[in-house]
């Protein structure tokens, strides 16, 4: 890509998202070749979301806009939205920061994460040694988590290898969590079989929740970055999302369920009390908080639609029906 380009693609992703602002391009694998008619989306022009509270996300609406990233106005979610150059498997966005897992699939497949700090104009390239799956930054768009299949494709698989990793941005040190001390009822353990996946980052930048899974079962578990150490919480419990107050942890669960058969719920962190979620489909997803009483989180569409995903909302206490917020989108992220 010539200077040129590349500064043009930052200039124009930074007046799309403003305060949290994108500037990488890499095109996903699932970025058509053949050119296809324009979708049907209403669109907005980018300098008019700037400095709106707004969802930042994948567009998955058909046409030549596909996995772009995209971004809608959090008071109208089904308006209008801005697009920009920039395509992404995986996008989350906080503070002045976006993270953007990608994949090519030239000759050999290869993948990518990028953060680009639109303050500074910086683009970071951070460790993802596999195909994207998870994408978190601190609310401070300070750590930068990934999670990536190094073996296997899926969670529902029988045997499959992640690898998560969280970036201190501000330093470049890389903390990969194969590393942390793992306890599990009171004693540290180091089962061979372990692996992490969907990191939930606190506003102190020192703790997140995280699923570690060994010896069959899955586990919500409490880090710490400063003692690099991961503490098992409950079982049965996978992608957690902490809430804007940090009083709750969403998650999905399988309960009695076949694998890869998936329900959402809620933790009260205080008092450990677990509400499951109105949503009865199977959510395979990390899911995002859109204020403190609703999460937001991805579904296929239906018949001819199933690749248009779009994003849902749902109450966090389990009462009311979800309903589509986001339109044909996936991998949302609020800015507030």
Same mark, same amino acid.
């Given at each position: ?144 988590? %990934?999670?990536? *299949? ?5 969670? =529902?698989?029988?045997?499959? #290898? +992640? &690898? $998560? /990793?969280? @970036? ?42 995280? %699923?570690?899974? *060994? ?5 919500? =578990?409490?880090?710490?970055? #400063? +003692? &690099? $150490? /991961?503490? @098992? ?104």
């Amino acid at each position: 890509m010539s200077q040129r380009t590349r500064v043009a693609l930052v200039v124009a992703l930074a007046v799309l998202l403003g305060g949290a602002a994108v500037g990488y391009v890499v095109r996903a694998g699932s970025t058509p070749t053949v050119q296809v008619s324009p979708s049907a989306v209403a669109t907005e022009r980018m300098s008019e979301l700037a400095e709106e509270p707004r969802i930042v996300f994948r567009n998955t609406a058909i046409g030549n806009e596909l996995g772009r990233v995209a971004a809608v106005s959090l008071e109208h979610p089904n308006g209008a939205r801005a697009f920009t150059e920039l395509s992404c498997d995986r996008v989350f966005a906080a503070a002045s920061r976006v993270l953007c897992l990608a994949s090519d699939p030239g000759l050999v497949t290869t993948y990518s994460a990028v953060v680009h700090d639109e303050a500074s104009g910086e683009q970071t390239v951070i460790p993802l040694t596999g195909s994207p799956s998870r994408a978190r930054l601190s609310r401070d768009g300070r750590l930068a988590a %990934t999670t990536s *299949f190094v073996a296997g494709d899926s969670y =529902a698989a029988t045997s499959f #290898s +992640t &690898r $998560t /990793v969280v @970036t201190d941005l501000s330093t470049g040190r890389n903390a990969d969590l194969e590393d942390f001390t793992v306890i599990d009822r009171g004693r540290s353990v180091t089962p061979v079989d372990r692996n992490f996946w969907g990191v939930t980052f606190a506003a102190d930048d020192d703790l997140f929740y995280v %699923t570690v899974a *060994f010896g069959g079962e899955t586990h919500l =578990a409490e880090g710490h970055l #400063s +003692t &690099r $150490t /991961v503490r @098992t919480l409950r079982t049965d419990a996978e992608c957690p999302s902490l809430s804007p107050d940090e009083k709750r942890v969403a998650y999905k669960k399988r309960g009695g369920r076949p694998r890869g058969d998936w329900r959402l719920a809620v933790l009260d962190l205080a008092t450990g009390t677990e509400t499951e979620l109105a949503e009865t489909r199977s959510v395979d997803d990390q899911v995002e908080w859109l204020d403190d009483e609703h999460i937001v989180y991805g579904l296929p569409g239906e018949g001819a639609d199933a690749a248009q995903t779009n994003v849902w909302v749902a109450s966090a206490d389990g009462s009311g029906q979800p309903r589509i917020l986001v339109p044909h989108a996936w991998s949302p992220a609020v800015i507030r």
